[in-house]
Nanobody, 115 residues
Framework: QVQLVESGGGLVQAGGSLRLSCAAS????????MGWYRQAPGKQRELVAG???????HYADSVKGRFTISRDNAKNTVYLQMNSLKPEDTAVYYC?????????WGQGTQVTVSS
């Protein structure tokens, strides 16, 4: 079974940038949808961005124009480029893979944006 490992989180000042990576232990070429979610303390996990097998993307309204999701099937990796970060972007970010009848999660990576 494919496993997902996130990296790239850290502490950044407001207005800064980070790039998260999600490395899969197996091929992601055929996986219908890959995505990034986040969960802030005391809040529910929410979708940040998703990308389909065909390359179609969608974003939460709160990150549109600032975040970009991409997938490199050759490297079995999904990225989340985060620009113009805000303190409210502070959360644990999780990578997600979904297909018809299953879903996988990574362990999460902490992103902290200071004001």
């Amino acid at each position: 079974q494919v496993q997902l490992v996130e990296s790239g989180g850290g502490l950044v000042q407001a207005g800064g940038s980070l790039r998260l990576s999600c490395a899969a232990s197996g091929s992601i070429f055929s996986i219908n949808r890959m995505g990034w979610y986040r969960q802030a303390p005391g809040k529910q996990r929410e979708l940040v961005a998703g990308i389909t097998r065909g390359g179609n993307t969608h974003y939460a309204d709160s990150v549109k124009g600032r975040f970009t999701i991409s997938r490199d099937n050759a490297k079995n990796t999904v990225y989340l480029q985060m620009n113009s970060l805000k303190p409210e972007d502070t959360a644990v970010y999780y990578c997600n893979a979904q297909d018809t009848d299953w879903a996988l999660w990574g362990q999460g990576t902490q992103v902290t944006v200071s004001s």
